[in-house]
């Protein structure tokens, strides 16, 4: 029961991510193509579980509230419209929520402390073909192609996690965009997490910087 809720809310969260994507693509979308391997960046300490994520230089910390002001000031209203419905799922979500956003790259990490799944192979599986599904949903209704890009499960006794990057193009689209989505536990923690931005870009080096406490 507990994996099939992490699904049902995953695969909401992911559907309003991606419709938020392609709006922002067609108004406010920077083009910033850095593929640069550097690692350098920052903590940014996650209050109730103690948890440390390492992001670019570049991310700030926003408030829900705070975040909302930044949408409704930078993109259009179907933008906005989109994405309110997502952070309030999100924020609705056991755990917290924490929203970090790039204004030099127009990026934006959120990430979910939610109660904690010890996950396998076969979970692995079963969130793949949700991803899947939200993609053909999406497809139909907005004329855009879902390239994957890669998608894994795996781990050891220690830290178990499941990531997916699709690729996102379209003709209303002005540069390709990537969707990236992780679910990592450790330490009897769980987070999940949302990447989107406009340029191809390893996350992995910043995943494995986070600190489980």
């Known amino acids: 029961m507990q994996f099939l809720n992490l699904i049902v809310k995953m695969q909401k969260s992911i559907y309003t991510l991606i419709l938020l994507v392609l709006a922002f693509s067609c108004n406010d979308a920077?083009?910033?193509?850095?593929?640069?391997?550097?690692?350098?960046?920052?903590?940014?300490?996650?209050?109730?579980?103690?948890?440390?994520?390492?992001?670019?230089?570049?991310?700030?910390?926003?408030?829900?509230v705070k975040y909302q002001h930044l949408l409704?000031?930078?993109?259009?209203?179907?933008?906005?419209?989109?994405?309110?419905?997502?952070?309030?799922?999100?924020?609705?979500?056991?755990?917290?929520?924490?929203?970090?956003?790039?204004?030099?790259?127009?990026?934006?990490?959120?990430?979910?402390?939610?109660?904690?799944?010890?996950?396998?192979?076969?979970?692995?599986?079963?969130?793949?073909?949700?991803i899947t599904s939200t993609h053909n949903k999406v497809k139909e209704k907005n004329n855009v192609t879902f390239s994957k890009v890669t998608a894994r499960s795996g781990g050891n006794k220690k830290q178990q996690m499941f990531k997916a990057v699709y690729k996102v193009s379209g003709k209303k689209i002005k540069s390709d965009l990537f969707q990236t989505s992780y679910i990592i536990s450790a330490k009897q923690k769980t987070v999940l997490i949302h990447l989107t931005r406009d340029f191809e870009r390893d996350f992995d080096s910043y995943i494995e910087k986070m600190i489980f406490k």
């Open 30 to 64: 920077s083009n910033n193509t850095n593929t640069n391997n550097n690692i350098k960046g920052n903590y940014h300490f996650l209050e109730d579980t103690g948890t440390q994520v390492y992001l670019p230089k570049g991310f700030e910390r926003y408030s829900l």
């Open 72 to 130: 409704d000031s930078i993109s259009k209203k179907q933008g906005y419209d989109i994405e309110t419905p997502r952070l309030k799922a999100l924020s609705k979500m056991d755990g917290s929520l924490y929203i970090y956003y790039n204004k030099n790259t127009g990026a934006t990490y959120t990430v979910n402390t939610i109660p904690y799944y010890n996950f396998t192979k076969e979970s692995g599986s079963q969130l793949l073909g949700m």
